[in-house]
């Protein structure tokens, strides 16, 4: 289905910005499609609910086509000129392997991906909660229009995040933390989900358009490659 849409152009004489993962990663379209849809780039999208961005154990069959399918057809039509932007459920995954072996499916991801040439963006983890934030603000009796800003303590993504950061880091990938813009920084587990009378997440951890957009606002504006980006379509501009 994903072949037959055209969700992903494997014409190389296109810029393209490509979201691929699982719904942690659908979850950033909106904010993705708000901000770079006027910068010359094809937005494009390969993700799939529940298929994680590297190779599980436990995945399905359908979760195993999509996944060599984006590894078999996608990535080798990538190139220098192309923005991929990685996102997913990390957080389960030692549920799955222990921590080594997270790591070498990593590696085999981003192996794959420098092959390509491509500007590879990794997101961590999305703060996760044990209920849904609206159950929660129903049993704290918080209402957000009367409350501006509402935060509550996510699950722990520190170790996966910590991982993603060193592995990008090593194969000269970009890494993005969500939490950054989402979380106190004196507490990092402390996360809002609700933020000037609008909410972040719309459940226990996909997140809502308005906090889709906050985050790849910080993203664009804290990233190298996207200031890159503005700098080249400013240039080619004039």
Not at 55 to 69: G, H, L, T, V
Not at 111 to 118: D, F, I, R
């Amino acid at each position: 289905d994903l072949i037959d849409n055209k969700c992903v152009s494997k014409n190389k004489g296109i810029k393209k910005i490509i979201i691929f993962g699982d719904s942690e990663a659908a979850h950033l379209a909106g904010g993705v499609l708000t901000y770079f849809n006027n910068l010359n780039y094809s937005i494009e999208q390969w993700t799939g609910a529940n298929c994680r961005a590297i190779n599980n154990f436990n995945n399905s069959d359908r979760c195993d086509i999509f996944y060599n399918a984006f590894i078999n057809d996608v990535v080798p039509s990538l190139n220098a000129n192309d923005i991929l932007i990685i996102s997913s459920r990390w957080i389960n995954s030692l549920d799955d392997m222990d921590e080594g072996e997270f790591i070498r499916r990593v590696d085999n991801l981003f192996n794959s991906l420098k092959l390509s040439g491509a500007n590879v963006v990794v997101v961590g983890n999305t703060p996760e909660f044990n209920k849904s934030p609206f159950i929660l603000m129903l049993q704290n009796k918080l209402i957000s229009n009367e409350i501006g800003n509402i935060s509550f303590v996510s699950k722990d993504f520190r170790k996966f995040n910590q991982i993603l950061s060193l592995e990008a880091q090593r194969y000269g990938y970009e890494f993005f933390n969500p939490a950054e813009v989402l979380c106190d920084k004196n507490n990092e587990l402390l996360c809002l989900v609700s933020e000037n009378k609008s909410f972040i997440f719309f459940d226990t951890a996909h997140l809502s358009m308005y906090g889709s957009l906050k985050v790849i606002s910080k993203m664009k504006s804290n990233l190298k490659i996207f200031s890159l980006t503005k700098e080249g379509l400013q240039k080619s501009t004039q």
